[in-house]
């Protein structure tokens, strides 16, 4: 039975993708969890693993190809045995593998669609290869009732043989969900003006015109929203840095034979990640019409790339030492400049820092990240002159903090004692090693 292998959604708000490369050509038997192409993301280049097992008979989609839609046919798997001619022949070229996937030409002509991804009682969404489903439709098999092996947990060919042959028990009812009252729908922003209104205003001036990539739109899309949606409010204060300074200079030196080399900002994050703990309402994030609030300190940290940006996570930042989260935000830095980070290292966190102080800039107010409830907008540290507690005169170096919060998740007394609760780590930086 020819089965279609479509372009994978590899990450939340992935909508297309290029297929970079294959790694398997027609002919070539593939087993399943198999790396079978690269797939560059809005986000990254990812390895797509086959689900199923079988013959690539057809290769829709040549490697190289932009713009490819998600769940496009870009290949076809024949069953080990089936002949080639089942594969239906069609065109290689980016724009039919890039038209929706219930427009394209299907696998085999004797092949019937495969059933529509079934839904468990609670709502979540159960993956199963589209063999799986094909078989369990045929048999009459309840796939919400099968324990997928694949990768990721997915529902594979021997899962539902397997579920076939075994002794059927009565399935348990399941309770009918009560809806919760839905938050109400935001007031809809009035619509930008198009491109070619845009063009008009410039016609007589030069200019280079840049189509957006995927990162690029994803950025302009969640930000928009996320200002769009998300009831800003901002909390600005200084830490005084020269206790740190003098503190990390000293640990440097200790640390120096095991080639560490601490940073402001590893300091930065490691504050956070405590005041996360010590004011726990603040380690929250908004889900629609309720809060969810965190036990972990799972702390994103955004890095500029060429183009845009991610937000890798160190999660459980609270529980790890300095040097450890100096190793682990180094290696993600690296790897999320070379787009090499898997999505599960750069999604979730309930709260994130933006640090622009290495490029001299004083303050900024970030952009909440949705579902975030908070950001930490962090500066430059300036010697400037400041009045210590005996009155006096001195020159200290101050760096400005500015905390973006979401009013819905975080009130402007909460936030307060949260962003206290991170300056009193950072001045006092030995509590932050206890």
């Not at 024949?78 to 593998?97: I, V």
């Not at 930008?192 to 200019?207: H, L, M």
């Not at 799972?298 to 190793?327: N, Q």
Request: proline share 7%; aromatic share 4%.
């Amino acid at each position: 039975m020819a089965i279609q292998i479509l372009m994978p959604a590899l990450s939340p708000t992935m909508e297309e993708g290029t297929l970079a490369k294959w790694l398997v050509k027609e002919g070539d038997t593939v087993k399943s969890g198999q790396v079978i192409a690269e797939i560059e993301t809005d986000k990254a280049t990812m390895e797509f693993e086959a689900v199923d097992e079988g013959v690539i008979g057809k290769i829709l989609v040549a490697e190289g190809s932009a713009g490819v839609k998600v769940n496009a046919p870009i290949a076809v798997l024949l069953e080990d045995g089936e002949d080639a001619s089942a594969a239906t022949a069609a065109p290689a070229s980016a724009p039919a593998a890039a038209a929706p996937a219930a427009a394209a030409a299907p696998a085999a002509a004797a092949a019937a669609p495969a059933p529509a991804a079934p839904v468990a009682a609670g709502g979540a969404r159960v993956f199963a290869s589209p063999l799986a489903r094909r078989i369990a439709a045929e048999k009459g098999l309840d796939l919400t009732q099968v324990k997928g092996t694949g990768p990721h947990g997915r529902i594979v060919k021997s899962d539902v043989e397997g579920a076939v042959a075994a002794p059927k028990a009565a399935p348990a009812a399941a309770a009918a969900p009560v809806a919760a009252p839905a938050a109400p729908a935001p007031a809809a922003a009035p619509a930008a003006p198009s491109a070619d209104a845009v063009k008009k205003i410039y016609a007589d001036r030069e200019y280079q015109e840049i189509t957006l990539d995927g990162m690029r739109r994803t950025i302009a899309a969640r930000l928009t929203e996320a200002k769009q949606t998300i009831p800003h409010f901002y909390l600005r204060r200084e830490v005084q840095l020269d206790t740190l300074m003098a503190f990390r200079e000293q640990l440097n030196k200790s640390l120096e034979g095991r080639g560490v080399k601490l940073s402001v900002n590893d300091f930065i994050i490691k504050a956070c990640a405590l005041a996360l703990q010590k004011v726990p309402d603040c380690n929250a994030v908004w889900a629609g019409d309720r809060v969810l609030k965190m036990k972990p300190s799972d702390v994103a940290v955004a890095v500029a790339i060429e183009g845009g940006l991610f937000t890798p996570v160190l999660r459980d930042a609270d529980k790890k030492s300095l040097s450890a989260l100096s190793a682990e935000m180094k290696d993600l830095a690296g790897r999320a400049k070379s787009k090499k980070l898997a999505p599960h290292e750069y999604q979730g966190g309930s709260f994130a820092i933006s640090n622009l102080g290495m490029m001299g800039i004083e303050n900024f107010d970030a952009v909440i990240n949705p579902p975030q409830a908070s950001i930490l907008a962090v500066g430059a540290g300036i010697k400037k002159p400041v009045v210590n507690k005996a009155g006096e005169i001195v020159v200290a170096t101050m760096m400005s903090m500015t905390l973006s919060v979401d009013h819905r998740v975080i009130d402007g007394a909460l936030g307060a004692q949260f962003l206290k609760a991170i300056i009193e780590n950072l001045e006092n930086p030995m509590m932050m090693l206890a």
